[in-house]
């Protein structure tokens, strides 16, 4: 991700999200996802992965607003 190989990014966030443990883990890696499938250019893939995060608890929820706003 930091050095911009998104396609890889968006394999390796893909599983990880599908493979998350705790919903903390689920949540930041689907984030992480949706910007690498924004930056690909799959941008209704990557709102899907956003929309996916609401359903979290509410104190897994921090990281959703900052990442939608500065990274997606």
């Keep these: ?3 911009g190989q998104w396609q890889e990014a968006y394999e390796l966030y893909g599983l990880a999200r599908k493979s998350a443990q ?3 883990r689920r949540v930041n890696d689907s984030l ?3 910007r690498a ?3 690909l250019g799959r ?3 990557a709102l899907e992965a956003v929309a996916s995060t609401f359903s979290s608890k509410p104190e ?3 990281p959703i607003l900052p ?3 500065y990274e997606v």
Excluded: G, Q
Aim: net charge negative; aromatic share 4%.
């Design 1 to 3: 991700r930091d050095a």
């Design 22 to 24: 705790t919903d903390d």
């Design 32 to 34: 992480r996802f949706a």
């Design 37 to 39: 499938a924004a930056r």
């Design 43 to 45: 941008h209704e893939e």
């Design 60 to 62: 897994d929820k921090a």
């Design 67 to 69: 990442a939608v706003l």
